[in-house]
Nanobody
């Protein structure tokens, strides 16, 4: 499956952004979709995941209550709504896909998009 993320940009602290990730090439609903991020000088970090049909979600501790992941299988797209953004949310955000549910290890995702940069100014 090929993934294309977009929606990043520069936003002030407290603001919001919505990331999108369009999938192509395989049956989208066969994949658990995840969002992960990597800040400069840091390891890649799990942000959120959503199950095949969208009925289950999972979030990293640092974004719980602020970020919401959703998907539209008819449009082959997964979204990440980011509210109450903080400077520490600054990172390149990646969408990724895997076939199994569970775990936060980024290495469990077999398919990755190219990443979109989110910069939060203080």
């Amino acid at each position: 499956v090929q993934l294309q993320a977009c929606g990043g940009g520069l936003v002030q602290a407290g603001g919001s952004l919505r990331l999108s990730c369009a999938a192509s090439g395989r049956t989208f609903s066969n994949y658990v979709m995840g969002w992960l991020r990597q800040a400069p000088g840091k390891e890649r970090e799990f942000v959120a995941a959503i199950s095949w049909s969208g009925d289950s979600t999972s979030y990293g501790d640092s974004v719980k209550g602020r970020f919401t992941v959703s998907r539209d299988n008819a449009k082959n797209t997964v979204y990440l709504q980011m509210n109450s953004l903080k400077p520490e949310d600054t990172a390149v955000y990646y969408c990724a896909a895997r076939t199994l549910w569970g775990g936060v290890d980024p290495s469990t995702y077999g398919y990755w998009g190219q990443g979109t940069l989110v910069t939060v100014s203080s």
